[in-house]
């Protein structure tokens, strides 16, 4: 993988790292190489950059006193928190990488206001190892469960827990600006001046400028706080699923069940992933599975002939009878659509399948049984969000498009259904050989062009702002706005410059 | 260089699950690396390692004194691979980067080179005269297995042999046996360093050298069955010995086989103890070699013994702090390592902190002196003994 130096002045660089070491001291200074080296990106098969310095803050303290001395001295800062699957953290103009997996303060846990206040090193895991004992549960990805909790709420990470009617999980941030300058968000703007306020609201009497901080990746302020959405453990907890034949009928039933508000969360997978899950959770080997090759050897918009061609979770949480209620009225929805219940023939034919999905489902845990599948090398984070009407023709599009691409490994697809089904979220999941960079080049212009095509054809939209796409200059006058906070909060642009997201590409 | 693991140093996700217990169905948090914990770069955790094996790999990191200071701060613990969900070895690719700093730095760093330049000399990692190993058994009449066929042979292990604090393990084992009507021996002073350290060093001749001269005396014995006092030896012998050279000879833990003589009723404790302890399990006897049962069923067979268990037990045992040269290399980290689970140990209300490997003893017993934490720090085997007596 293509590694590159430091852009920075080596002078600059100096000078920073000396003030750096005077002022936190070797434990959380370092420019050894090798440290250096862990920090040039992410876990994702992308060209790396060395940083010069990394810091790791134990306190909002000593995040302060790293931006004055880099305001002050114009060098780059690049914060990562669990640094995994995100391609917006790599620290391409050098500089300094702020480490912030060393805070891991769950600073509080509110059970009467449900929200829960924690630092940016505390991973899934331990989040909701510390709420379960009080009767909540967390919001969760298929991530693996050291992520940073923040980092993936921040990126608007979509978990499969959600209420469907929230779009975010955040209720407030902490925020320090390049200047030093802490700001927080919320019903928590007003703590100095009554200092009993909690976190509680989102907004204020002001503006709402938590979302400037949201998927700004570092470019705006350094996050140093968050104040999480946590849910009840109600009475019971299930997990119907059902299996339908085509993607179309799925979305259909996610959108009438979510807005009848009989699901808190449904989401859908395709039948190759859910095959591989199956493969992967029973512990089995891909690669020697007939499964496996099946996967990868159809054309993944056929239909599977013996399963469903996808699935759909519907989580629910609540008192006993109105679960089962609910569950009797989702089968009947399904049917009339053409699915059915699936929850028996899952538990029999798929058990590594169902172990997953009631695992995290159920259990409300994060997973690792998918985690094997990292062998397989990384899925790029082909994410669109559309509308239903254009979601179910961009499925199909995007399966062949990136089938006809010729990538080594097959390509299959998860599909959220996001705040009562006003926006369906669809994340194809290509898979790419680690070591093989001819592939990864292959894969990351599929991945650009996708994006683009399904901007265009099907009225999508993206998430992800990786540094390469600009599209601050396609957002209009919400690009020139942000070009204007951009500077304002950031004039020497020290904030993650190396993403580029308000210059162009890199 | 061309590394054998390419592909699986390149599945790590950086998910840090390989530094504390993180998989589904655990109820309370626990830190179980000891490098990242005390550290915090990532460069130190098991995911780390693998990181920096593709910076040499890519030829972006050269392999100097700074690299191999990260790659000998590691106890070699094994708790990465015990906790890693991609089917990663982190450990292995840790060693398999300790042996590219010894082919280009000509051996580990610091003291550690000492131990390797001893094993290869003196046969043991103490600078000890060959003389030494069998003085712990002067006046024991302990039949020589080279001169006299014995069922079992017990192989001491250098630290057992020669480090005059840890002879005790030796000389309990030696109790137990004729306690037990077994017929055994020792090599005496033919035996030599099982190669354990100089294996977890990288100094992968050093530790052929030594396995290939001790698996062809053994063999040539005819023993059945090697008995092992240290965590170490048992599972090098057991673990690695294979692939340097056909073995034709079991080997078993002392641990192990107490427990099978106290299940055959060849041992009675009848003396009750009063006394609360709890056990460490050792890394090479627990996560390498999957052996965690013996020594609680031995503590639970001695009368008045209460055993309770710390957070960090079985799989996800806290290393003591002393292995993989660490001790040598580096003792404070060593220290700090044995310190928090000193710490860990005294929370649950112990008395004792039992364990079953003398380097693990060494350190601990080391911390607990120097920290004054109020425990007593006792092998498995000292407990079994006092209660055997009269």
């Known amino acids: 993988m293509r590694v590159l130096e430091s852009p920075l002045d080596s002078k600059l660089a100096e000078r920073a790292t000396a003030e750096l070491l005077e002022a936190l001291g070797e434990e959380k200074v370092t420019t050894r190489r090798a440290i250096l080296f862990t920090y040039s990106g992410t876990a994702l098969p992308l060209p790396k950059t060395m940083p010069d310095v990394v810091v790791r803050p134990k306190t909002v303290e000593d995040v302060q006193v790293v931006l004055r001395i880099a305001d002050r001295l114009v060098v780059p800062v690049t914060p990562i928190s669990s640094g995994t699957l995100e391609p917006s953290v790599f620290p391409r103009a050098g500089g300094i990488v702020l480490d912030m997996y060393g805070m891991d303060e769950i600073v509080e846990i509110n059970t009467d206001a449900a929200y829960a206040v924690i630092e940016p090193g505390v991973g899934i895991g331990k989040f909701v190892r510390a709420i379960r004992p009080h009767g909540f549960r967390a919001t969760l990805g298929s991530y693996p469960p050291g992520n940073s909790v923040l980092g993936n709420y921040h990126l608007k990470g979509h978990g499969s827990h959600r209420a469907s009617g929230i779009d975010s999980e955040v209720l407030g941030l902490e925020v320090v600006l390049p200047d030093g300058t802490i700001v927080r968000t919320g019903s928590k703007a007003f703590e100095d001046r009554y200092p009993g306020i909690g976190w509680h609201a989102q907004w204020g009497p002001l503006p709402d400028l938590r979302g400037i901080f949201l998927n700004a990746c570092g470019t705006l302020g350094i996050i140093t706080k968050m104040a999480a959405r946590i849910y009840a453990l109600n009475d019971v907890q299930a997990l119907p699923v059902m299996g339908f034949d085509s993607y179309g009928d799925a979305v259909e039933f996610m959108k009438v069940v979510s807005r009848a508000n009989l699901v808190e969360h449904c989401v859908t997978w395709h039948w190759g992933l859910y095959t591989i899950m199956n493969i992967l959770a029973s512990g089995g080997n891909v690669e020697d599975s007939s499964d496996y090759l099946k996967i990868f050897m159809t054309e993944p918009w056929e239909h599977p002939g013996d399963r469903p061609y996808c699935l759909t979770l519907n989580i629910m949480t609540g008192y006993e009878d109105d679960v089962d209620t609910h569950t009797r009225l989702l089968e009947k929805v399904a049917k009339g659509l053409g699915g059915r219940p699936m929850n028996d023939e899952l538990v029999e034919r798929f058990p590594g399948t169902w172990d997953y999905f009631k695992t995290h489902g159920i259990d409300h845990e994060p997973c690792t049984h998918f985690m094997k599948g990292f062998g397989l090398g990384y899925g790029f984070m082909h994410i669109l969000y559309a509308e239903p009407k254009d979601v179910v023709p961009l499925e199909r599009f995007g399966l062949e498009f990136i089938w006809n691409r010729g990538l080594q490994y097959g390509t299959t697809y998860y599909s959220h259904c996001l705040d009562q089904g006003r926006s369906i979220f669809l994340r194809l999941t290509p898979f790419v050989d680690p070591v093989d960079e001819a592939e990864h080049e292959k894969a990351l212009s599929i991945y650009h062009d996708y994006i683009e095509e399904g901007m265009k054809r099907y009225g999508a939209s993206t998430i992800r702002y990786d540094g390469i796409v600009n599209y601050v200059d396609r957002a209009g006058g919400f690009g020139e706005l942000l070009k204007r906070i951009k500077k304002a909060i950031d004039p020497n642009n020290i904030l993650n410059p190396g993403l580029k997201m308000y210059e162009g590409g890199w | 260089m061309t590394l054998p693991m390419e592909m699986l140093m390149y599945t790590c996700p950086k998910c840090k699950i390989c530094t504390a217990n993180l998989h589904p169905g655990e109820t309370e948090y626990l830190k179980l690396c000891p490098a990242y914990t005390r550290y915090g770069w990532f460069a130190y955790a098991g995911g780390g390692k693998c990181y920096l094996a593709q910076g040499i790999r890519e030829g972006v990191l050269e392999i100097d004194e700074d690299l191999a200071d990260i790659v000998y701060h590691c106890t070699l613990c094994k ?291 120097a920290t004054e934490a109020g425990l007593d720090v006792y092998d498995v085997t000292d407990l079994l003994v006092r209660s055997l007596d009269p």
């Not at chain 2, 060093?201 to 001269?213: I, M, N, S, T, Y």
């Not at chain 2, 299940?263 to 390498?288: N, Q």
Request: proline share 5%; hydrophobic share 35%.
């Open chain 2, 79 to 369: 708790t990465c691979v015990q906790q890693c969900a991609t089917d990663q070895d982190p450990t292995e690719i840790a060693r398999m980067v300790r042996r590219e700093v010894v082919k280009a730095l000509g051996g580990p760093p610091g003291d550690a080179k000492i131990v390797v330049k001893s094993t290869l000399n003196y046969r043991n990692p103490y600078q000890q005269p060959k003389a030494m190993r069998f003085r712990w058994a002067k006046g024991l009449g302990i039949k020589d297995a080279t001169k006299e066929k014995v069922d079992t042979l017990y192989y001491v292990g250098c630290t057992a042999a020669m480090i005059p604090e840890r002879t005790h393990f030796a000389l309990n084992t030696v109790k137990l046996l004729d306690a037990a009507g077994e017929n055994f021996g020792t090599l005496g002073q033919k035996e030599i360093c099982c190669g354990s350290t100089t294996y977890n060093l990288g100094v992968e001749d050093a530790f052929k050298e030594v396995a290939g001269e001790n698996i062809e005396m053994l063999n040539e014995l005819g023993v059945e069955r090697v008995l092992t006092s240290c965590a170490g030896c048992y599972s090098v012998m057991k673990n690695e010995y294979p692939r340097v050279a056909r073995r034709n000879f079991d080997v078993v833990h002392v641990t192990e086989y107490l427990a099978q003589l106290l299940d055959e009723g060849r041992l009675k404790p009848s003396k009750a103890l009063d006394l609360k302890v709890t056990y460490h399990d050792p890394c090479h006897l627990g996560r390498y070699s999957e052996l965690y049962d013996a020594p609680r069923r031995i503590l639970e067979a001695i009368p008045g013994v209460e055993l309770v268990e710390m957070p960090r037990s079985r799989e996800k045992s806290w290393c003591c702090g002393a292995g993989a040269g660490v001790k040598t290399a580096f003792p404070d980290f060593a220290a700090w390592v044995g310190g928090e689970r000193v710490k860990e140990a005294a929370e649950t209300g112990a008395a004792a902190l039992v364990s079953a490997c003398p380097f693990c003893e060494g350190n601990l017993t080391d911390v607990v002196a």
